[in-house]
């Protein structure tokens, strides 16, 4: 009992109708999905078949489904005509088809009617078994559909619209008060304002819709984000409660993985519940991606490299040779992942963001001539990397007046101001961001909230609160960290090692950070204030001599690899 609900087709002759015909695929696609017993391909990857103009045969076997729905829908006058069909995949062969002819105030009726139609064909001996749609309300309806359309074209930008963002949100908010008895309406409200990053907004929403009908996976899904962006460990209940209700819906289980993955929990339960999500939206490159990084940071590095060779199998765009150029950066062939961004460039001449990557890799390998080439105006990013603080500091410190809202801006001046001496200066940017509480209150921490938190460890020790310093290292739990094979760990690790004076444990840990796949950043093993006592430590000095190592490895590695590939730094000749 598995399909697709493929997008509907607009044969309206206002081609703005399209949101009216995608919007019932994606509102029946989701009420299918609360059938219990019914497999339903994810949204992502029922667009891209559609897109990619696959015949039955291919979609059904890529997207691993018996069945596919297709449908149109034509809006004249007064009129609606919906036409919908159940194909069977293997054959092509068309089961069952129905045409309805209604009023325009009727069309969530016809979505309710061809669910429950397609429910039977699927499971005619199971009764009248059917979910509700979203909302009964034609003008909630309606709302709701306009709504998710532009929601949507914000999640497919690049960048955010922030215009259309909130519109969609009006959209919800009316919606919600058309049917304020509607659970889903509330719930995407919460959604898309979460989306904005208004948390504080979406608790009234989100209560209102768990108030309404806690038993909606979308619901539990919604509130474990909630949670989540509040920093509260509800959000795993949340997220599992999600999968409980669905078991097919993939968001959940990208949810639930991703917060399993950053709480150290099972990670065996963390590879499943991605390859879950990635096998019910098999077309979505984000699921590899996903997978791939969890993968690649789990140093389970031959697992990662199976998801490359099936990602590379079903795309072939600039985006996907991204993805490929990140993962490769993870098991540290760092030459590689040049040669796959310059494929991306090549594949995308006008997108910069191709070539900040490049400059950034160039970079990480010690090029800083090529990258400077790349990118001549160097980000803050680039310049923290290059270890150029002093012009770190100058740039951030008018964009921190510019961008109020961006915490990673504060963690990385306040490393700077570490770097050069500045201490106090580096504690008060830090506690512009919340820190410590921000650490200490909160259960889900972010990297950067980490990486955060020990720029304030070290900036105290560095302005002589030592014993405060100290007190704060030791909520840093090293040996869990420890065992994690990325440098990354293994640096913090030993820097909250180091503050606490436990010298011994803090160079074992450090030399362990030879070990990691993926290049480390040079600044925070050079630059850290709890690395400083070490320097003239032979085994400190070992790893500084390691990292060096290997990037000049890579560096004369790089011409052959990029021969190999057949690319070069040149830019392309503009067709």
Same mark, same amino acid.
């Given at each position: 009992?598995?399909? &697709?609900?493929?997008?509907?087709?607009?044969?309206?002759?206002?081609?703005?109708?399209?949101?009216?015909?995608?919007? !019932?695929?994606?509102?029946?696609?989701?009420?299918?999905?609360?059938?219990?017993?019914?497999?339903?391909?994810?949204?992502?990857?029922?667009?891209?078949?559609?897109?990619?103009?696959?015949?039955?045969?291919?979609?059904?076997?890529?997207?691993?489904?018996?069945?596919?729905?297709?449908?149109?829908?034509?809006?004249?006058?007064?009129?609606?005509?919906?036409?919908?069909?159940?194909?069977?995949? =293997?054959?092509?062969?068309? %089961?069952?088809?129905?045409?309805?002819?209604?009023?325009?105030?009727?069309?969530?009726?016809?979505?309710?009617?061809?669910?429950?139609?397609?429910?039977?064909?699927? $499971?005619?001996?199971?009764?009248?078994?059917?979910?509700?749609?979203?909302?009964?309300?034609?003008?909630?309806?309606? %709302?709701?559909?306009?709504?998710?359309?532009?929601? *949507?074209?914000?999640?497919?930008? *690049?960048?955010?619209?922030?215009?259309? !963002?909130?519109?969609?949100?009006?959209?919800?908010?009316?919606?919600a008060e058309a049917d304020p008895e509607s659970a889903l309406a509330h719930s995407r409200l919460a959604n898309a304002l979460l989306y904005l990053g208004d948390i504080e907004? +979406?608790?009234?929403?989100?209560?209102?819709?768990?108030?309404?009908?806690?038993?909606?996976? =979308?619901?539990?899904?919604?509130?474990?984000s909630f949670y989540w962006a509040k920093g509260l460990p509800e959000a795993g209940m949340a997220f599992e409660r999600a999968v409980e209700l669905n078991p097919n819906n993939?968001?959940?289980?990208?949810?639930?993985?991703?917060?399993?993955?950053?709480?150290?929990?099972?990670?065996?339960?963390?590879?499943?519940?991605?390859?879950?999500?990635?096998?019910?939206?098999? %077309?979505?490159?984000?699921?590899? &991606?996903?997978?791939?990084?969890?993968?690649?940071?789990?140093?389970?590095?031959?697992?990662?490299?199976?998801?490359?060779?099936?990602?590379?199998?079903?795309?072939?765009?600039?985006?996907?040779?991204?993805?490929?150029?990140?993962?490769?950066?993870?098991?540290?062939?760092?030459?590689?992942?040049? +040669?796959?961004?310059?494929?991306?460039?090549?594949?995308?001449?006008?997108?910069?963001?191709?070539?900040?990557?490049?400059?950034?890799?160039?970079?990480?390998?010690?090029?800083?001539?090529?990258?400077?080439?790349?990118?001549?105006?160097?980000?803050?990013?680039?310049?923290?990397? $290059?270890?150029?603080? =002093?012009?770190?500091?100058?740039?951030?410190?008018?964009?921190?007046?510019?961008?109020?809202?961006?915490?990673?801006?504060? /963690?990385?001046?306040?490393? @700077?101001?570490?770097?050069?001496?500045?201490?106090?200066?580096?504690?008060?940017?830090?506690?512009?961001?919340?820190?410590?509480?921000?650490?200490?209150?909160?259960?889900?921490?972010?990297?950067?909230?980490?990486?955060? /938190?020990?720029?304030?460890?070290?900036?105290?020790?560095?302005?002589? #609160?030592?014993? %405060?310093?100290?007190?704060?290292?030791?909520?840093?739990?090293?040996?869990?960290?420890?065992?994690?094979?990325?440098?990354?760990?293994?640096?913090?690790?030993?820097?909250?090692? @180091?503050? $606490?004076? #436990?010298?011994?444990?803090?160079?074992?840990?450090?030399?362990?950070?030879?070990?990691?796949?993926?290049?480390?950043?040079?600044?925070?093993?050079?630059?850290?204030?709890?690395?400083?006592? /070490? +320097?003239?430590?032979?085994?400190?000095? $070992?790893?500084?001599?390691?990292? =060096?190592?290997?990037?000049? @490895?890579?560096?004369?590695?790089?011409?052959?690899?990029?021969?190999?590939?057949?690319?070069?730094?040149? *830019?392309?000749?503009?067709?």
């Amino acid at each position: 009992n598995s399909l &697709a609900v493929l997008p509907f087709v607009n044969t309206s002759q206002d081609p703005a109708d399209a949101w009216l015909s995608e919007g !019932l695929s994606d509102e029946l696609r989701d009420q299918l999905g609360r059938v219990a017993g019914i497999r339903v391909a994810a949204r992502s990857s029922s667009v891209a078949a559609r897109a990619q103009e696959l015949d039955a045969l291919t979609i059904s076997e890529r997207l691993r489904v018996a069945h596919l729905v297709e449908g149109s829908l034509r809006r004249a006058g007064d009129k609606l005509r919906v036409s919908v069909q159940l194909i069977e995949g =293997e054959s092509g062969l068309v %089961l069952w088809s129905r045409n309805f002819e209604r009023g325009p105030r009727e069309l969530v009726n016809v979505q309710h009617s061809i669910a429950m139609l397609l429910v039977q064909q699927l $499971m005619p001996d199971a009764g009248p078994l059917t979910a509700e749609p979203a909302t009964l309300n034609y003008t909630a309806n309606e %709302l709701m559909l306009l709504a998710r359309h532009k929601l *949507q074209q914000v999640r497919d930008s *690049q960048e955010v619209d922030v215009e259309v !963002l909130q519109e969609s949100i009006r959209l919800y908010r009316q919606a919600a008060e058309a049917d304020p008895e509607s659970a889903l309406a509330h719930s995407r409200l919460a959604n898309a304002l979460l989306y904005l990053g208004d948390i504080e907004a +979406a608790e009234a929403p989100i209560f209102r819709a768990l108030t309404l009908d806690p038993n909606l996976s =979308e619901v539990q899904n919604t509130l474990g984000s909630f949670y989540w962006a509040k920093g509260l460990p509800e959000a795993g209940m949340a997220f599992e409660r999600a999968v409980e209700l669905n078991p097919n819906n993939a968001d959940a289980l990208a949810n639930n993985a991703y917060w399993r993955w950053f709480q150290k929990l099972s990670v065996d339960r963390v590879a499943e519940y991605y390859a879950r999500a990635l096998e019910l939206d098999p %077309l979505s490159l984000a699921r590899y &991606a996903a997978l791939g990084e969890f993968y690649g940071q789990a140093g389970r590095l031959d697992d990662m490299h199976e998801v490359i060779e099936r990602m590379q199998q079903n795309f072939d765009t600039a985006d996907a040779y991204r993805v490929t150029s990140w993962l490769l950066e993870l098991d540290g062939r760092i030459d590689e992942s040049v +040669a796959w961004a310059l494929r991306a460039r090549d594949r995308e001449p006008d997108n910069p963001d191709h070539v900040s990557k490049l400059a950034e890799l160039y970079t990480l390998m010690g090029d800083f001539e090529t990258a400077l080439q790349l990118e001549p105006e160097p980000s803050i990013g680039l310049l923290f990397l $290059m270890r150029r603080y =002093e012009e770190l500091i100058d740039q951030a410190e008018f964009m921190v007046i510019e961008q109020p809202q961006d915490v990673n801006l504060r /963690y990385l001046l306040a490393f @700077a101001y570490n770097a050069t001496g500045q201490f106090e200066s580096a504690i008060h940017i830090l506690s512009t961001t919340g820190q410590p509480d921000t650490f200490l209150q909160q259960k889900v921490r972010s990297a950067a909230d980490i990486e955060g /938190y020990f720029s304030l460890v070290n900036a105290l020790a560095g302005a002589g #609160q030592t014993d %405060l310093a100290k007190e704060l290292a030791g909520h840093f739990d090293a040996d869990l960290w420890e065992t994690i094979p990325d440098w990354w760990n293994k640096a913090f690790g030993a820097c909250g090692l @180091a503050i $606490m004076e #436990q010298d011994d444990k803090a160079l074992v840990l450090l030399k362990r950070v030879m070990d990691s796949p993926r290049l480390p950043w040079f600044p925070v093993i050079l630059d850290s204030y709890c690395f400083q006592q /070490y +320097a003239d430590n032979p085994d400190y000095q $070992m790893v500084v001599h390691h990292v =060096e190592e290997r990037q000049a @490895a890579k560096r004369k590695q790089l011409p052959l690899t990029l021969a190999e590939f057949g690319v070069t730094l040149d *830019q392309p000749p503009m067709n």
